[in-house]
């Protein structure tokens, strides 16, 4: 009799602990696969710090092959989900395609940025979810306060040292926190002509910094921020986003190069072509994790729809804190189910406090319920961050060391462009490259061999006509010409510039917008 296959798609929070939790209880008594388009698990929440040169990219970065034992790995995104013949169809990322079969499967795809309807923004602005997107902020930051040091024009110093972040979030403060500190190193090392100072601006509809969490920690943030000068406005968005600024809901035009989307999430595109009924966008589960109608089939984390059975009536929200939980009671009710584990259990909860890293010794927290501000919580932030990394922990805490005896390194060094990080993907932890194939929408199931293998999932162009539409080249060629301030290379994989081609513009992209966008 063979064995059974667990096939696991996704290795955010919820899928790697899903990973690693059924190879624990099946003990070679099942097939696990796991697949991602990448080889590591991301530790989102160190990413601003990434971003703010305090840790260097692979510290928050846990490898997949090397801490998930007794798991096979496919590297590839999912395209199809096909629930009658119980398939995953799937891309690897040189464009071939492949088909896994399974008994039980895992849907752990998480989500992408949050598109809203603005002008503009699809064009100009820059997301902050995927590890390419960290990496390209630090140098269009670092680039951007260089350029401003040797600028005569006052009003072009001023719109390259001005920094605005939509979404007062959990993410959006602490990029705007991290990044103020950096602009400031920055600007000590490039003296800034007249006096200019990098200005930051952090915006949100909402009444106040972190709308989700505690008010307590909410007026800690907000203290913080407004102390190191940052201008933060609430009941203030952008109404409009072009090449020269942005233009606010209250009417004011903010002169800047630079717009950083954190507004929120979105589940990942893929849920919406399984089928099954969906709430907001999210794939419908049952309290056990599983899909109604579906025994074989699991979701968990941001593309599941959990019911919150602490407050009947509602749906878990989209934190990492749900997702990694999530990801444990999944894979003990799959083991359950193929009778190789313990009984199943319905997902319950219970709020352990949240934690704000502000950067410095400052941060706001407050674990099981209990207030905290200053380095008490800074404390307890980063002891939290190192006991929830699977991995790394003694790079990370030797980073936070250097980085307190030692200058922050503050050079660019240009291996993630512009345009090889839209806003508008739905593979944030992928940078875009020439002729590769882009996720833009829902999937679309192949219904023939004509088939193009890295077609669009909405039912598109093919990828030679997607890439062109993205701004990038079709394959075997360089991207196209594009408008001042772009990035004509592709960045690490290929470089097709001349070498006098002039610096880039940044987070301000002026590319032909993705057809796909919103």
Not at 413 to 437: F, K, M, N, Y
Not at 472 to 501: F, I, L, S, W, Y
């Amino acid at each position: 009799m063979s064995r059974p296959h667990v096939v696991i798609v996704g290795a955010g929070f919820a899928g790697y602990r899903a990973a690693r939790t059924v190879a624990r209880l099946t003990r070679n008594r099942a097939d696990v696969t796991l697949l991602n388009p990448t080889d590591y698990f991301l530790y989102l929440p160190l990413l601003p710090q990434v971003a703010a040169g305090i840790l260097e990219a692979r510290r928050v970065t846990v490898s997949l092959p090397g801490t998930l034992h007794g798991v096979r790995m496919v590297l590839g995104e999912a395209d199809h989900v096909d629930l009658d013949g119980r398939t995953v169809h799937y891309s690897d990322p040189e464009g071939g395609i492949g088909t896994l079969n399974y008994d039980r499967l895992v849907l752990c795809v998480g989500s992408v940025n949050k598109l809203l309807p603005i002008p503009g923004v699809a064009e100009h602005a820059h997301g902050f979810r995927g590890l390419p997107e960290a990496l390209y902020l630090r140098d269009h930051v670092t680039r951007q306060v260089e350029l401003a040091a040797g600028e005569d024009d006052p009003k072009a110093c001023a719109a390259r040292c001005t920094f605005v972040v939509v979404g007062a979030g959990y993410t959006g403060t602490e990029v705007a926190a991290q990044m103020q500190l950096l602009t400031d190193r920055l600007a000590r090392r490039h003296p800034l002509p007249a006096g200019f100072r990098p200005r930051w601006m952090l915006l949100d509809v909402a009444p106040r910094v972190l709308p989700e969490m505690d008010e307590r920690l909410s007026r800690t943030a907000d203290r913080v921020l407004r102390a190191r000068g940052v201008d933060v406005r609430m009941g203030t968005s952008v109404k409009e986003a072009t090449h020269d600024g942005v233009l606010l809901t209250d009417g004011e035009f903010v002169a800047s190069r630079s717009l950083v989307w954190c507004v929120g999430v979105r589940p990942d595109p893929l849920v919406e072509a399984v089928g099954q009924p969906l709430e907001k966008g999210r794939l419908i589960v049952d309290p056990y994790l599983q899909v109604p109608g579906r025994p074989e089939v699991f979701g968990c984390g941001d593309a599941a729809a959990v019911p919150d059975l602490e407050q009947p009536g509602k749906f878990t929200p989209m934190t990492a804190q749900h997702a990694w939980r999530q990801g444990r009671v999944a894979a003990e009710n799959v083991a359950a189910s193929l009778g190789l584990g313990r009984r199943r259990r319905a997902y319950r909860h219970r709020d352990l406090g949240f934690a704000v890293d502000l950067g410095g010794i400052q941060a706001a927290a407050n674990p099981f319920g209990i207030p905290l501000s200053g380095p008490a919580a800074g404390a307890v932030t980063r002891g939290y961050h190192l006991a929830a990394l699977p991995g790394n922990r003694v790079r990370v805490a030797a980073d936070w060391l250097l980085d307190a005896v030692l200058p922050r390194q503050g050079v660019q060094l240009g291996l993630v462009r512009s345009w090889s990080v839209p806003l508008d993907t739905a593979s944030p932890e992928l940078a875009r490259v020439p002729g590769g194939p882009e996720r833009v929408g829902a999937p679309e199931r192949p219904d023939g061999p004509e088939q193009t293998p890295g077609s669009e999932r909405a039912g598109g162009p093919d990828r030679a006509e997607a890439a062109k539409q993205a701004g990038a080249a079709e394959p075997g060629g360089a991207p196209p010409a594009r408008g001042r301030g772009d990035h004509p290379a592709p960045g690490p994989v290929k470089r097709t510039d001349a070498p006098d081609h002039p610096a880039p513009g940044p987070v301000r992209r002026t590319d032909p917008p993705d057809p796909a966008a919103g």
